[in-house]
């Protein structure tokens, strides 16, 4: 049981990165759907730094520095050329699969054992990872989980409690109110595309150095659109990308431990569906959603 | 030639070719000569009939994806669970192939797989729009999710019920060649699932804009306000939106299986999805544009195969050159529309002067 | 003469399609209340928006107080003293007032009581009996016209601009503005006013600027001239007003859509609609005055289908159709202009031509061997385009390239042809310029000669006034009586309006 | 026609004048399956002097265009990684009667031209098992499998069977072993996962069969500091201390091995042509973490093994 909320917690953070970046450029008014490409530009950049450097610092910079590129690419073609979202991600994330293995090929040919870096440490806190189950649980994890703990409240604060959330917000449900206060609308919702590329990269170096220590071209297979899913499911608020993280993240250690204990009476595939079966579910259950009125449209002032 | 029609050839041609030069500059840093390279790519796609065919071979299922997501995307309907409309498609084709092969004379057979996988496939695509109609569930998320699920289905049946007659590996038997679609032209392996998908696409095209139901199920997208206030019942029209658009990516599945594999296995065609949601975009959504681009497409991944196998060029320099023309043809939406407006304001300013 | 607050000199705005200002020029003075006048598209909010920053121009120059000034954006415009209420509400509905308010003029933490203190304060001084925590989405327009005042007085403004401030707004509410307008000017500081009625601007302005066609063709004071002068400078040529023809007819005609008892309550909640009867001939306009959100929405959307009773019934022809859809009404005959044309009567990234074919897709009319007969649907909108005068380059034109009235012209022409029995029409002018307005009491007039009953929904008293046989008042969804147009006069609907209980039928002497 | 090729003096061909192509699935950097195979053909190219091509990350539905492509430019020789090839390549040959067709792995043989070389995995997990049994201290064993078929199920049934054997002969009473299947080869996080899943339940001993999976179930085994035996690569350069051993496939001496058949005449087709540690593909590989004892012990299993004395058949549970 511990040992699933360990990899619930482990497996959230980036999730939960992931889908709190989602919730400030959504709140804002645009769908990162590049957030695919963002996160495996993030994994890919931060392992090369991390490998040919040495350090996992540089490697984590490195990271944030590919998912704001991204982001950028990604921000200039919606935010300010008013291109569709949709279609501009889904350009961005095949160009990413790409870009990634061929660039990785083009920096490290075909090596013949696995590229490796030693991930990042545990940091076990003193005293309170010694609490029974929170302890193992919350305070015996990477600087990123840590970090994470920071972000979540610091978001909410942001969003609900300070004059750039206000703005954030006004942004996605009129952009009109906001030119009108004066504010450069398609700014704000360039520089929260770009925080989206700041956290969407650092949740894809927790893949490959934060995690496992290597890198794949797979390797973030569909998890940047989990995250993009419990933004939804959070209601676009980070209290609720929170909850929709620990269920998602739950459900899916829960259906890898079903998996890990050698199957049984029913089919492995009907664990490995569960996420995205309660994921539909809680889509179709939930009574109100609170969809900012502007998500997805171009702010266009004149013709 | 109008000038609208011109910037539109002229700016997609642009957009194509920005986008192969900037995947050339890439294999710059492998150290290879872009040139032959590419000049490889061009030579290599008329090699021969039977690579040449293969264009239109890779061209035909991504016409039905790319089909998928335009038809829901002219009604501002996402459907962006093609992929696993398609796998469900597969599964039925196969599984009333491996039924009816050989018992059931070959062209009958085929109608009726064609039938059952897109009335199968349009049901599972259906569910996206019942959901959207009866519980205002977001079509974006459950479309992603529903391919999930519809992969863990194919992965089921693939080692279970439809695993092959030795046991060994979860795929199914190869089908009895009655149920193959016949190939027309000779010393390929063109079958006429591509005929079919042009006629699905010009099919498309004349439901959307020339029948009062895809009338209606644009004015659906569009504006559902307005069309409930004129008596059209939008809950109705996104089933039967979600239904076509699932039929269309099941079509791909059946001439997948039927036309090409002839069996079905793991990790069939993961990336068509994906693939048809980029061709969609290349073609503006236009089903008639759907056709070019998925050529264009069929032909980057048949010479950029070859390309691959000749010079030591990494596979991956496919999705390098697909990614970027799509970017370059997002470019030039925005240039288009640049042209168009300084083209307007330059006629004004002239007859304000005179 | 002393230098003007503000001067606006030679501004030239292009967009894509059209020459919004042509070298406009004019200025206004301290404590002026400057009135600009002008059909739909002269560019009245066009000059304003460049003003206040949100358009740049093409070229031109901006003064204040004789000193060039770049205004770049309106946070360039505010620091001048400048604020400007939108045509279009800017307000975020999902939001408080108190959020709008101080959208973008606060800065860290946000003391949220400290605000709505503040706030509070603020609307008590001017007298805006406003909530500060009120969600916007919940307020009537009326309130939410206030909050924008509130916003543009929270930034200490010195020139407001408003936008066509008085187009949602009751008799009442617009004499309360200008009131506020009065007052606001008694300090020194300026207004710049667009507006369509021209009652209004003899009422309120010192200065009046008339704009057609994107250029500036008269700057009057407001002493020297009057409403006859203007309407002609407007619009180019005197509007001879529409003639109501025969009184009696409507008196004879059969009943054609009967009320009787509809009632709308959900649960426990307020009745949108109580107890409604009434009944309207053939050939009769029955117009329904009230202020906007008493149910007028409801009662309309009960005759067209769209919304059903909780009780009572209603009868077309004697025949019952209270549990018809409205798909099943649209082919009995009922045409409906819902006010909201962008959301309920029209496709905008549809053509002219598919948009009249909306209402009738089902029926075997634009059907030619199962495909859209493009000609016939194309002949049709070629004619209606002609008939009302839809200034649009042919059928195939998208309905969003349309100015507003050019776009309801089309909904008109429509529903006109699809409601052979009963057309209703929701705010059928509101927001178009007098040439406009006189064009579609013409139409709808004209409708009435044929036989065909109308349902006329207006805040617009002169308009109900105007057009109808038989008025009825509206009030927290209860009819607060029936009355001939002879019996009744201004004050009195005013009254009713606003709720004062007067007994049902009583006639002159209340 | 140019697939002829010159003749040497004594009439054969010289290594370099075959026309021989590989076809992957995969890319050659995927630092396991294809890359294990992409070594074997630089090992041949390198000491038979052979001019091997290759095709990378073939996709399912290029399987056939991509045999009939190399069949119409007449080449000799065309292999391919992987059973999933074996449907393709039987169906193609026919049409190719001068070129043989030799899938990796392959198990089905319809044609003259058709010789799929076939490595006795099973074999090779029967060694790690050898190692295996004796590491544990527990005797608590964990396995994870890529996609359940025949072969993965028959060399995890060895596996188990054999390693379980071992650890209950020494002692351990309660010696079991615990079975997973990650539906997947690549999803490296999920490898981590489930492998940290298994130790959590107690398995003090890893293997994992499915490509980069087990890469994440390395990363696991290091940190909650059990043992693991890598299979199929030398995966001991990893993590020496966590991977103490491991059973190589070595595909240089496969490869080479099925190529001089190949250019001796003798890879027949209508035969499977099976190879196993009689035939020294397969090579433990030991760090300094080992027992020479254990050493010792793997070394006698595989000879018994190669003697033909070990009923691996019997072993299968289906
Ligand atoms: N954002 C825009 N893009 C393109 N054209 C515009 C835009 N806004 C206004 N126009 C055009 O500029 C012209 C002037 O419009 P403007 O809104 O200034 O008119 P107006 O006088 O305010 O009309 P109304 O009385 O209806 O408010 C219109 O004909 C319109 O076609
Ligand atoms: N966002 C926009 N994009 C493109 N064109 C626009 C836009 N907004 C307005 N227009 C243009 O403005 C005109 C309509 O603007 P608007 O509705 O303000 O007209 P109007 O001035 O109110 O006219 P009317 O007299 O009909 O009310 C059209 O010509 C249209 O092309
Ligand atoms: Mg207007
Ligand atoms: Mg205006």
Redesign the interface.
């Known amino acids: 049981m511990i040992n699933l909320l360990i990899v619930t917690v482990v497996m959230g953070t980036p999730l939960l990165y992931g889908s709190i970046s989602e919730v400030f450029a959504e709140r804002s008014g645009v769908m990162v759907t590049a957030i695919e490409g963002i996160f495996l530009m993030g994994a890919w950049a931060g392992f090369v730094g991390a490998y040919l450097t040495k350090s996992l610092l540089v490697g984590v910079a490195c990271a944030i520095g590919a998912g704001v590129l991204t982001a950028a690419l990604y921000g200039w073609i919606t935010v300010y050329l008013k291109q569709h979202q949709v279609v501009t991600g889904t350009a961005i994330n095949i160009l990413a699969v790409g870009m990634c293995s061929f660039l990785q090929r083009v920096i490290f040919g075909v090596p013949v054992s696995p590229l490796t870096v030693t991930p990042l440490p545990m940091l076990p806190i003193p005293l309170l990872s010694k609490i029974p189950v929170l302890g193992p649980v919350f305070f015996n994890q990477n600087i990123l989980t840590y970090l994470m703990y920071l972000i979540v409240p610091a978001s909410y604060f942001l969003l609900y409690k300070t004059s750039i959330g206000l703005i954030i917000r006004s942004a996605g449900e009129n952009p009109e109110a906001v030119d009108v206060a004066g504010i450069n609308v398609d700014r704000v919702r360039f520089i929260l595309v770009l925080v989206a590329g700041v956290m969407g990269g650092i949740a894809g170096a927790f893949y490959s150095i934060g995690y496992l220590g290597m890198f794949t071209t797979n390797m973030i297979g569909g998890r940047g659109w989990i995250a993009f899913a419990i933004c939804f499911l959070g209601n676009w608020n980070p209290k609720g990308a929170l909850a929709g993280t620990v269920v998602f993240g739950f459900t899916e250690a829960l259906a890898i431990s079903m998996q890990s204990s050698g199957g049984g009476f029913f089919p492995n595939e009907l664990f490995i569906a569960l996420p995205y079966i309660l994921t539909i579910v809680l889509t179709i259950t939930r009574k109100s959603f609170n969809v900012p009125a502007q998500l997805g449209v171009p702010y266009k002032k004149e013709n | 030639m109008n000038a609208k029609f011109r910037d539109l050839l002229l700016t997609t041609f642009l957009a194509i070719v920005l986008g192969l030069g900037l995947s050339a500059v890439m294999i710059l840093f492998l150290g290879k000569n872009p040139l032959d390279a590419f000049g490889l790519l061009f030579t290599s796609i008329i090699r021969d009939q039977y690579t040449f065919g293969d264009i239109f071979v890779k061209a035909t299922p991504l016409i039905f994806t790319a089909l998928s997501f335009a038809f829901t995307f002219k009604a501002n309907l996402f459907n962006i669970g093609a992929q696993g409309q398609f796998y469900i498609g597969a599964v039925i084709a196969v599984w009333s192939s491996l039924l009816m092969g050989g018992k059931v004379p070959g062209p009958l057979a085929l109608l009726i797989v064609l039938i059952l996988t897109a009335v199968g496939g349009g049901i599972w695509g259906a569910l996206i729009g019942y959901f959207k109609a009866r519980f205002n569930a977001n079509e974006f998320l459950t479309s992603m999710m529903s391919t999930y699920v519809a992969l863990a289905i194919m992965n089921y049946l693939l080692r279970t019920v439809l695993m092959e007659k030795k046991g060994e590996y979860p795929q199914t038997d190869a089908l009895n060649e009655s149920v193959w679609l016949p190939t027309f032209v000779p010393g390929t392996r063109l079958h006429i699932g591509f005929i079919l998908a042009v006629l699905v696409a010009v099919g498309i095209w004349v439901l959307l804009y020339k029948t009062p139901l895809g009338y209606r199920i644009r004015a659906v997208g569009y504006n559902a306000d307005a069309a409930r206030m004129s008596g059209i019942d939008a809950k109705k029209l996104y089933v039967i939106a979600f239904f076509i658009s699932g039929a269309l990516a099941a079509g791909a599945g059946y001439t997948e299986v039927n036309g090409v594999q002839h069996m079905l296995l793991q990790g069939f065609n993961p990336d068509i999805g994906s693939a048809g949601l980029g061709i969609a975009i290349l073609a503006n959504a236009n089903p008639i544009g759907i056709i070019f681009a998925s050529i264009l497409f069929g032909a980057l991944n048949v010479g950029g195969t070859i390309m691959g196998q000749m010079s030591g060029i990494p596979s991956s320099i496919i999705e390098l050159m697909e990614g970027f023309v799509m970017v370059f043809v997002i470019l030039s939406y925005f240039v288009r529309a640049r042209l168009e407006n300084r083209r307007e304001k330059r006629k004004l300013q002239k007859k304000v002067e005179e | 003469m002393d230098t003007p607050f503000f001067e606006l000199r030679n501004i030239t705005k292009y967009f894509s399609k059209v020459v919004a200002n042509k070298d406009v020029s004019f200025s206004v003075g301290k404590g002026e209340v400057l009135a600009l006048l002008g059909e739909n598209g002269a560019g009245k909010s066009t000059i304003m928006k460049i003003l206040y920053g949100l358009y740049k121009a093409d070229s031109g120059q901006i003064f204040k107080d004789g000193e060039e000034q770049k205004i770049n954006s309106p946070k360039d415009a505010m620091a001048l003293g400048i604020s400007m209420i939108q045509q279009h509400f800017s307000l975020v509905p999902a939001h408080t007032v108190t959020e709008n308010i101080i959208l973008g003029n606060v800065k860290g933490k946000i003391d949220r009581k400290a605000c709505e203190k503040e706030i509070g304060e603020l609307a008590k001084n001017y007298g805006f009996d406003v909530a500060p925590d009120a969600f916007v989405r919940d307020l009537s327009v009326g309130v939410q016209q206030k909050v924008e005042i509130l916003k543009a007085l929270y930034l200490k403004t010195r020139l407001l601009i408003m936008d066509e401030p008085t187009a949602v707004l009751t008799p009442q509410e617009s004499e309360n503005l200008m009131q506020f307008v009065r007052n606001f000017t008694a300090e020194g500081n300026s207004v710049i006013f667009i507006t369509h009625k021209l009652k209004e601007v003899m009422e309120v302005a010192d200065r009046i600027i008339v704009m057609r066609g994107g250029e500036v063709c008269g700057d009057l004071k407001c002493s020297q001239t009057d409403e006859k002068e203007l309407s002609r400078l407007m619009i180019g040529k005197d509007l001879v007003p529409a003639d109501r023809g025969s009184e009696e007819q409507s008196k004879n005609g059969e009943v054609r859509l009967e009320f009787q008892n509809i009632s709308i309550v959900e649960h426990d909640q307020v009745p949108k609609l109580k107890d409604i009867t009434f009944d309207i001939h053939q050939g009769e306009i029955f117009g329904i005055a009230g202020v906007s959100g008493n149910g007028q929405e409801e009662l309309c959307e009960v005759v067209c289908g769209a919304l059903h009773p909780t009780s009572g019934k209603l009868l077309l022809d004697g025949e019952d159709i209270t549990d018809l859809n409205i798909r099943q009404r649209i082919d009995k005959g009922i045409g409906y202009v819902p006010s909201d044309r962008y959301r309920d009567g029209m496709v905008m990234d549809m053509t002219l031509a598919e948009n009249m074919m909306l209402k009738t897709s089902f029926g075997k009319k634009w059907l030619k061997r199962g495909f859209i007969d493009k000609a016939k649907l194309n002949g049709c909108t070629e004619k209606a385009i002609q008939d009302y005068a839809v200034k649009a380059p042919g059928p195939d034109a998208m309905a969003r390239g349309l100015s507003g009235g050019n776009q309801q012209k089309v909904v008109l022409a429509r529903e006109v042809e699809n409601g052979t029995k009963l057309i209703i029409f929701d705010q059928p002018t509101r927001g178009l310029d007098l040439g406009a307005v006189d064009h579609i009491h013409k139409v709808i007039l004209g409708e009435r000669a044929k036989g065909k009953s109308i349902l006329l929904i207006s805040t617009e008293l002169s308009e109900i006034f105007a057009l109808s046989d038989r008025i009825a008042v509206l009030y927290k969804g209860v009819v607060q009586g029936v009355f001939d147009r002879s019996e009744i006069d201004t004050e009195k609907i005013g009254l009713l309006m606003a709720g004062y209980a007067v007994d049902k039928g009583c006639s002159n002497e209340c | 026609m140019s697939g002829c090729g010159t003749k040497t003096e004594t009439g054969k061909k010289s290594a370099a004048d075959y026309k021989i192509?590989l076809i992957l699935p995969g890319?050659?950097?995927?630092?396991?399956w294809n890359?294990t195979n992409?070594?074997g053909l630089v090992k041949c190219n390198e000491s038979l002097g052979t001019k091997m091509?290759?095709?990378?990350?073939?996709?399912?539905?290029?399987y056939?265009?991509?045999f009939?492509?190399y069949g119409?430019r007449g080449y000799d020789l065309v292999m391919a990684a992987g059973?999933?090839f074996d449907?393709a390549a039987n169906?193609v040959a026919a049409s190719y009667p001068k070129t043989k067709f030799c899938v990796v792995n392959g198990?089905v043989s319809k044609g003259a031209n058709v010789a799929p070389i076939f490595p006795k995995e099973y074999e090779a997990s029967y060694v790690a098992a050898l190692i295996a049994g004796e590491l544990t201290k527990n005797g608590q064993f964990?396995t994870?499998g890529g996609?359940?078929?025949?072969?993965m199920e028959h060399l995890l049934d060895v596996y188990e069977k054999v390693s379980v054997d071992i650890a209950k002969q020494r002692g351990i009473s309660n010696a079991k072993a615990?079975?997973?299947?990650?539906?997947s080869w690549?999803?490296?996080?999920?490898g981590?996962?489930?492998?940290?899943?298994?130790i959590?339940?107690g398995a003090d001993t890893m293997f994992v069969y499915a490509n980069?999976v087990g890469?994440?179930a390395i990363?696991a085994a290091k940190?909650k500091g059990i043992k693991y035996v890598g299979f199929s690569?030398?995966?001991t350069?990893?993590a020496p201390d966590t991977v103490v051993a491991s059973v190589n496939f070595d595909f240089k001496t496969f490869y080479v091995w099925a190529l001089k058949l190949f250019m001796d005449g003798k890879l027949d087709g209508n035969k499977v042509h099976e190879a196993g540690i009689k035939e020294n593909i397969f090579v433990p590989v030991y760090t300094k973490n080992v027992s020479q004892d254990i050493k010792d012990k793997v070394s006698a299993g595989m000879e018994k093994a190669s003697k033909g004395e070990i009923d691996f058949k019997s072993m299968f549970k289906?």
């Open positions: 192509a890319p050659i950097n995927d630092q396991s890359a992409y070594a091509e290759y095709i990378e990350n073939v996709q399912a539905a290029d056939e265009s991509t009939r492509n119409e059973t999933q449907e169906k198990m964990a994870i996609f359940p078929n025949q072969a615990v079975r997973a299947y990650a539906n690549d999803d490296v996080a999920l981590k996962q489930m492998a940290g899943t298994m959590g339940n980069q890469l994440g990363q940190e690569s030398d995966q350069t990893i289906k």
